[in-house]
């Protein structure tokens, strides 16, 4: 079975710092992968997408992938209270497959 | 521009039961996709269409019924309702290229008593 891991959390990160989210996966044919936001009572946003190895920026957010260690991370630069959230990593090979999440809380 | 529309929004049901969850998308997506979501259980996919006519089932399919009658709409059918189908429902869609991710709809709380 296909399987999409997250460590839970919650990761506390002060205000201002770099906020690091982990994910690894476990099918080495996925071919495109994907960060979604999630607030509290509300539904999964997409935030970021990558399928070439290496990084991708849009903004604060940075998504690395390494597909020969089936990982992928989020960077959130200069986080901010509005970022506290939980982040679902997700794989897609014919569908999407979502971890579990990891609840993100940023120190005021 | 409204995107993927759930209604209702909250629903109690009593068990036994049963209800239409709708979802309809006006994005001419060809990808509909239930999902529903428990406290720190992730997103679980209960059915899923890639056309008009076509469905299929997803991990978590007992107890629920799809039809596709129309690109636009994708409505889930719960019979007989039990305490254990209370969550939280996502209709999500997508065009259903790779490199593409779903959109979902802002959900339906149902709780079933």
């Known amino acids: 079975q296909k399987e999409v891991e997250q460590n839970s959390g919650p990761l506390s990160v002060p205000e201002g710092a770099i906020a690091s989210l982990n994910c690894t996966y476990s099918?080495?044919?996925?071919?495109?992968f994907f960060w979604y936001r999630q607030y509290s009572g509300k539904s999964p946003e997409l935030i970021m997408f990558?399928?070439?190895?290496g990084d991708k920026e849009d903004g604060r957010f940075t998504a690395q992938l390494n597909k020969a260690s089936q990982y992928v991370s989020l960077l959130i630069r200069d986080s901010q209270p509005s970022d506290s959230a939980t982040y679902l990593c997700?794989?897609?090979?014919?569908?999407?497959?979502f971890g579990k999440g990891t609840r993100l809380h940023i120190l005021p | 521009n409204a995107g993927v529309t759930q209604t209702p929004k909250f629903r109690i049901l009593k068990i036994g039961q049963s209800m239409t969850l709708q979802c309809t998308q006006d994005?001419?997506?060809?990808?509909m996709y239930w999902y529903r979501q428990d406290p720190g259980m992730g997103l679980k996919l209960i059915y899923y269409?890639?056309?008009?006519?076509?469905?299929d089932k997803g991990e978590v399919p007992n107890g629920y019924n799809v039809s596709r009658s129309t690109t636009e709409d994708f409505p889930l059918r719960l019979e007989l309702a039990a305490p254990s189908q209370t969550s939280v429902y996502f209709c999500?869609?997508?065009?259903?290229?790779?490199?593409?991710?779903?959109?979902f709809g802002s959900g339906t709380r149902l709780t079933v008593v």
């Open positions: 999500a869609s997508s065009h259903g290229g790779r490199v593409e991710g779903y959109t």
């Open positions: 099918d080495r044919g996925s071919q495109s």
């Open positions: 990558i399928y070439s190895n």
């Open positions: 997700a794989v897609r090979d014919d569908k999407i497959i």
């Open positions: 994005m001419n997506h060809n990808y």
């Open positions: 269409s890639v056309g008009a006519g076509i469905t």
